[in-house]
């Protein structure tokens, strides 16, 4: 899977010295002026500043624009919290008090996706992947089948359609979400009840992408196909 190119990491595997510095004070706007200050690196402090997710995303879309890199510094060595973090777009994570190797081996596992780790994917509504604009990041059900990148795949869909039926064989009302039309139809004919046929997020990347094309003179069909299930 391709994902922006970590330069923090490739300098430090060269052997080159990065100077830091610690951000504490919780705030987008003071981030993005020691961004510009001279630093290599940032440290967006979640364990002992007031950062929430909210503000460390704020503080990353700050720093963005300027070249240094930031470094999120989580509260804990949480597999969702890690999901959510990496979601937001930060590529380089510092956890606190990793006591044990399978502690780490434990982390490690949760920053990569399948197969060789566990973290959700989930990348059509992420701004790690641009919102789908970094074609080769992937989705969820097919990427635990084995079928990473191909949320199409007939054995993909097969299982979906069997959830459907053994769901509704209970008595219990199916959902799924698909936002390919003609998936979705088939998952109303099959029963599913509630059906979500989009995510707002691709549909503002499609529209404002297609709205630029046709008046920039660029192909219109540029906008990220949805792909989500």
Known sequence: MRTPDNLFKQALARGETQIGLWLALAD????ELCAGSGFDWLLIDGEHAPNDLRSTLACLQAVAAYPVHPVVRLPQGDTALI????????????????????????????MRYPPQGVRGVGSAIARSSRWARHADYRHDLAASMGHLGQPAHPEVRAAIEAAIARIRAQGKPAGVLASDEAFARRCLALGAQFVAVGVDTSLLVRATTQLAAAFKGGPQTASPAPRAY
Not at 28 to 31: D, N, P, Q, R, S
């Open 28 to 31: 987008a706007y003071a981030a």
């Open 83 to 110: 999901k959510q973090v990496l979601d937001l777009g930060a590529s380089t994570l510092l956890v606190p008090m990793v006591e044990s190797a399978e502690q780490a081996r434990s982390l490690v596992r949760a």
